[in-house]
């Protein structure tokens, strides 16, 4: 079965460093997406993209962060300076259309320390 | 606005015990999308089930069954006979139509002793 990928699974970073959290979503899918769940919280939307843009994104993604799709399988999340408040679960998300089912993956911890 | 209340925090029942989570939800569209997800220890997100607003029958799949009533604004998840490796957080989840986003519930934890 098709599914989302994430790496790392686990990455602990140095407050103020950049990071990448990398995701291939399901080959046919169009929408992407990325959400964060802190821990013991509730899962937070952060931003989705399609056709080679944000479409949407919430008052967290603010210009700390930025996503691209830099080929036709993977799509990233960056953090360009880490805060200690950064630190969470991100998980990346596929659907075919709208409304449709998002698929997540399993998800990449980040510890900002 | 909250647009997905869990009102149960935590639930715990005794294995082959049923376990019913309350999800009430509000939103202004007709057209829209519930969904449940559980999240093992483990961490990942599972899809489990997805309803569309125009659809309220009600189905059982495997040991889960849900009761989406629009009038009431719920839509309710049923496991039946429940094991030890349903104990989860359980997510409710509302995509509204021409939106991209889940609004996810606060979530509500399972925990089935043997």
């Known amino acids: 079965e098709p599914e989302v990928t994430q790496t790392p699974s686990h990455q602990v970073t140095q407050m103020g460093q950049e990071v990448i959290l990398r995701c291939v979503p399901i080959?046919?899918?169009?929408?992407f997406y990325w959400y964060r769940q802190i821990l013991g919280q509730k899962v937070e939307f952060l931003v989705s993209?399609?056709?080679?843009?944000?479409?949407?994104k919430s008052e967290i993604f603010d210009d700390q962060f930025s996503v691209e799709r830099p080929d036709g399988s993977n799509f990233t999340l960056k953090i360009r300076s880490t805060k200690l408040e950064d630190s969470a679960m991100y998980f990346c998300?596929?659907?075919?259309?709208?409304?449709?089912?998002?698929?997540f993956g399993e998800g990449s911890w980040l510890t900002v320390v | 606005a909250q647009k997905v209340t869990q009102a149960q925090t935590e639930i715990s029942v005794v294995e082959k015990e049923d376990v019913t989570l309350d999800c009430v939800y509000e939103?202004?569209?007709?057209?829209?999308?519930l969904f449940w997800y559980k999240q093992p220890p483990s961490g990942e997100l599972v899809f489990l089930i997805r309803?569309?607003?125009?659809?309220?029958q009600n189905e059982i799949s495997g040991r889960y069954s849900w009761n989406f009533q629009k009038s009431t604004s719920s839509f309710n998840f049923t496991i039946t006979a429940s094991q030890v490796v349903d104990s989860a957080v359980y997510f409710c989840?509302?995509?509204?139509?021409?939106?991209?986003?889940?609004?996810f519930g606060a979530g509500t934890t399972v925990t089935v002793r043997a």
């Open positions: 998300a596929s659907s075919g259309w709208t409304g449709n089912t998002i698929y």
């Open positions: 080959s046919n899918h169009l929408y």
């Open positions: 993209f399609y056709n080679n843009e944000i479409s949407e």
């Open positions: 939103t202004r569209d007709t057209t829209y999308y």
């Open positions: 309803r569309n607003s125009f659809d309220e």
């Open positions: 989840a509302l995509s509204e139509a021409e939106d991209y986003k889940l609004s």
